[in-house]
């Protein structure tokens, strides 16, 4: 039996130059080496197209301008990276001339092992991917840097170099979110295309069609086939859109689908944290009531004994102009005051947002001191507001308002009925990241003990008795704080029980920071 040379292992980058790797020193090595994929005929298969098609070559016969002996061709595609640029060759395989191949038990061998390399390592990254979206899920991020870093998983996966995300609300124009938040233009034109689009897993617009161009028009998007994924959450709903180099393989798809159901997720535990801040809101409003009738009681009152006084002016023919009109002005005023305390309930009831906006922070903390003045006043209890003016962070004005009222109200409750005290409000620096500023809340209460500092933070941990508070527990507030991109710190001040919410400049370089206020210096 005839001595078999040895087989030629090969590989090819995306230029489509063949590399051989083992084997380049035989006589058949040195003439393949450095040839073109183009210079290799196997009837009408294109040898370029082979990697983008996923396909695999089973022993093929092929041929090769030059050389005269018909040869037998092994290839199977490698991944490459999803930012385009090659990490490791698109095509690799074994090249064997047709008198001296391996037996066929032996190919399939090696095309078998191949190929179930080529498995396990999709699988791999499969797992891992997600895995990330897992614990990306359960994380303590931000909702907005959740999706952010979701939405760059599944482009990674399906070998997308960019994606954009929209947000719809009902009655709303949509409204960019990722990778910034920003207006489109034409936006509502897309509203076809995304309610098209609610009714599939995903769907693909390819290079060339009217509504791939005008979707690239619209979102900035580059060439490139676009994948699009509806998100629906409770209130609204959410699109993906994906630019990808290529059509998408039905693998691509499947683990596509699964990760968007991660992201479904983060946007529905969204849905019910806000749904569970909006009732502990009414229950604010409740336990508000009692004071706001009493607010509301005072202008009454003096509009009942003006119109009463106009009554009896009429009956002894007193009513000369001059009077009327300082009655009627006396009026008005009562009005108006009695209208600002009902804009100020109505405002505190409205649903959040969401959205971070540039505010003053010195107008959250006098909003939440405006509506809870009248009940600390009645409860013998002094409130001190001092924040430094000119700081402008990033909120959701509603939502800190909502925990300032919370903390306001926690740090009554701890001073006690009856009692006489001080609740206080100050801004100063956060020491360790100029990009962040601190807002104190302070009571003269009996402080944190240390076992309750111990589980202050745990989810429906509460020192009250049923029925009694805000409903709105610092573990809530914590979670607002995070969407804030802040946080929360517990502790225990100079005179009692201290809350820091550390919030988002809205520039840092512009802040004004008064010095006599750090420490607590303005309480």
């Known amino acids: 039996m005839p001595s078999r040379k040895q087989d030629l292992v090969w590989e090819a980058y995306a230029d489509g130059i063949v590399h051989i790797t083992h084997g380049r020193a035989s006589d058949l090595g040195r003439r393949l080496d450095g040839r073109s994929l183009g210079d290799f005929t196997a009837g009408d298969t294109d040898m370029h197209a082979l990697a983008a098609q996923g396909r695999i070559l089973r022993a093929r016969r092929v041929t090769v301008a030059g050389i005269a002996e018909p040869l037998l061709l092994d290839a199977y595609p490698v991944r490459q990276s999803s930012t385009g640029k090659p990490e490791g060759p698109c095509l690799r395989g074994i090249i064997s001339a047709a008198d001296m191949q391996p037996a066929v038990a032996e190919v399939q061998a090696l095309t078998a092992s191949a190929e179930a390399r080529r498995r396990e390592e999709k699988l791999r990254q499969e797992t891992e991917i997600m895995m990330l979206g897992l614990r990306l899920l359960l994380s303590d991020l931000p909702r907005h840097e959740k999706l952010a870093q979701l939405a760059q998983s599944l482009a990674g996966a399906i070998g997308a170099s960019d994606a954009r995300m929209l947000r719809v609300r009902p009655g709303e124009r949509p409204k960019l979110i990722l990778p910034s938040a920003g207006p489109l233009a034409d936006a509502w034109a897309l509203m076809p295309i995304l309610a098209e689009s609610d009714a599939r897993a995903i769907a693909t617009f390819p290079p060339g069609s009217r509504d791939n161009i005008f979707l690239r028009s619209v979102l900035q998007m580059g060439l490139g086939d676009i994948a699009l994924m509806a998100l629906p959450a409770r209130a609204e709903r959410y699109y993906l859109f994906c630019r990808t180099r290529r059509a998408l393989e039905p693998d691509e798809i499947g683990l596509a689908e699964r990760l968007s159901l991660l992201m479904q997720q983060a946007l529905l535990l969204q849905d019910d944290q806000n749904r569970m801040i909006h009732a502990a809101k009414m229950s604010a409003l409740g336990q508000m009531s009692t004071s706001i009738a009493h607010e509301l009681r005072q202008p009454l009152n ?73 009940a600390m006043e009645k409860a013998g209890i002094a409130m001190e507001v001092s924040i430094a003016g000119g700081i402008s962070v990033m909120a959701d004005e509603l939502g800190i308002e909502q925990v300032l009222v919370n903390l306001i109200q926690n740090g009554a409750d701890a001073i006690g009925r009856g009692r006489r005290g001080c609740i206080r409000l100050w801004s100063d620096d956060d020491p360790g990241n100029a990009a962040m500023v601190r807002l104190h809340v302070e009571d003269d209460g009996p402080g ?76």
């Open 448 to 523: 944190f003990s240390p076992e309750v500092l111990k589980h202050a933070r745990d989810a429906f941990f509460t020192t009250k008795p049923e029925g009694a508070g805000t409903g709105l527990g610092l573990s809530i507030a914590e979670a607002i704080l995070r969407e804030h991109g802040g946080h929360l710190l517990v502790g225990n001040g100079d005179s009692g029980a201290r809350i820091t919410l550390v919030l988002r400049r809205t520039d840092p370089r512009a802040a004004d920071i008064n010095p006599a206020c750090a420490g607590g210096a303005c309480a």
């Open 302 to 374: 003096t509009i009942s004994m003006a119109a009463q006084n106009i009554a009896l002016l009429a009956e002894s023919g007193q009513t000369d102009p001059e009077t009327m009109r300082g009655k009627s002005a006396r009026i008005l005023s009562q009005v108006e005051r009695a209208c600002k305390v009902m804009d100020r309930m109505r405002r505190f009831g409205r649903s959040t947002t969401g959205d971070l906006k540039p505010v003053m922070l010195s107008d959250i903390a006098h909003g939440a001191q405006s509506l809870m003045g009248e």
